[in-house]
């Protein structure tokens, strides 16, 4: 049996190991061998640290009576006194129906059209006609509310092509724009006409990334393309569509402020006014900084819960989540 002794000036002592590299050494490690990609999102995060984190101080003005001249800091604490007014408020409670009415029929109405539009475009064999559908789907994307709005409303107004046309078929003019029942469905609609196109890209991508093969195996099966579509398709898109949904009902309470505030009248209030367009109402034009930061919160700390709680569920019935 032999020994191996240790050589010359490597003496190691009675009960220690050789020191091994610390995890923090090999993250360190790590991150020096891939720093060019974390270069790369280093803008990203500094936009988001500063326009996203940084304001969250801010948040403190919900629970001070808040004076303009004394600042945020020297603003004397009231404790929860804004968040008891705002849940006194029967507007509060109209505001959140009406948020959520509009989300829901968003989701309901609008989230399968991305899915459809994108099974429909991918069996779509001429390429010239594919990427000339997928230009005109994707344009009104790139057009701001502002202009969307616009030529919606010239659409839609009293005097505008749609009633133009029910008027020459003998109809009656309809009130689009200032009929509390219709007010929602324009919304939505409107909605998805401009975003459907945009929202299947990633559909698309998820499409090519499903093995050819197994369409090849479904045919040999004797299944017809609706088949194939059923039990090969949908399941490929299974898990980006889990995702989406979940970002989905984390923006519950985000209506979109932009499309409402542009589509919004007096007449269509009582329907469309949401969070969103209150928060701005309160907080810019009636100068009720306090309130409006305490409803911007509540509204922040629901769309959180409601996120977690989805990723949880989805995680819980096997499908691919978030986090």
């Keep these: 049996?032999?020994?191996?002794?240790?050589?010359?000036?490597?003496?190691?002592?009675?009960?220690?190991?050789?020191?091994?590299?610390?995890?923090?050494?090999?993250?360190?490690?790590?991150?020096?061998?891939?720093?060019?990609?974390?270069?790369?999102?280093?803008?990203?995060?500094?936009?988001?640290?500063?326009?996203?984190?940084?304001?969250?101080?801010?948040?403190?003005?919900?629970?001070?009576?808040?004076?303009?001249?004394?600042?945020?800091?020297?603003?004397?604490?009231?404790?929860?006194?804004?968040?008891?007014?705002?849940?006194?408020?029967?507007?509060?409670?109209?505001?959140?129906?009406?948020?959520?009415?509009?989300?829901?029929?968003?989701?309901?109405?609008?989230?399968?059209?991305?899915?459809?539009?994108?099974?429909?475009?991918?069996?779509?064999?001429?390429?010239?006609?594919?990427r000339s559908v997928q230009t005109v789907t994707y344009f009104p994307h790139f057009l701001s509310w502002v202009v969307f709005a616009g030529i919606v409303i010239n659409i839609l107004g009293p005097t505008g092509l749609l009633n133009t046309l029910i008027v020459e078929a003998g109809g009656e003019r309809v009130n689009f724009m200032t009929n509390p029942d219709l007010f929602r469905s324009v919304v939505v609609v409107t909605g998805i006409l401009k975003e459907f196109g945009w929202g299947a890209i990633i559909y698309l991508a998820a499409l090519s990334g499903i093995d050819p093969q197994l369409y090849e195996a479904a045919r040999v099966d004797g299944a017809g393309k609706l088949r194939q579509i059923w039990h090969v398709t949908l399941p490929g898109l299974r898990p980006v569509m889990a995702v989406l949904l979940v970002l989905s009902l984390g923006n519950l309470l985000d209506a979109g402020f932009d499309q409402i505030f542009q589509l919004q009248n007096a007449a269509v209030l009582e329907v469309g006014d949401i969070i969103d367009t209150y928060v701005y109402r309160i907080g810019l034009l009636e100068a009720q900084f306090e309130l409006a930061t305490a409803v911007g919160l509540f509204k922040g700390v629901v769309g959180l819960v409601m996120i977690v709680t989805a990723n949880h569920v989805l995680r819980r019935m096997g499908q691919r989540s978030i986090w």
């Design 1 to 130: 049996m032999t020994t191996t002794r240790p050589a010359a000036g490597s003496a190691i002592l009675p009960g220690r190991q050789p020191q091994r590299p610390g995890r923090f050494r090999k993250k360190y490690v790590e991150i020096w061998r891939y720093r060019w990609i974390y270069a790369m999102i280093l803008p990203t995060v500094i936009y988001f640290v500063i326009f996203a984190y940084l304001p969250m101080i801010g948040l403190q003005i919900a629970f001070k009576d808040y004076k303009v001249f004394r600042g945020m800091w020297e603003s004397p604490w009231v404790g929860f006194e804004h968040f008891e007014t705002m849940f006194a408020s029967e507007k509060f409670f109209e505001l959140i129906r009406n948020t959520l009415l509009i989300s829901f029929y968003r989701i309901l109405f609008g989230f399968p059209v991305p899915i459809i539009f994108a099974l429909l475009l991918n069996e779509v064999r001429r390429m010239w006609f594919k």
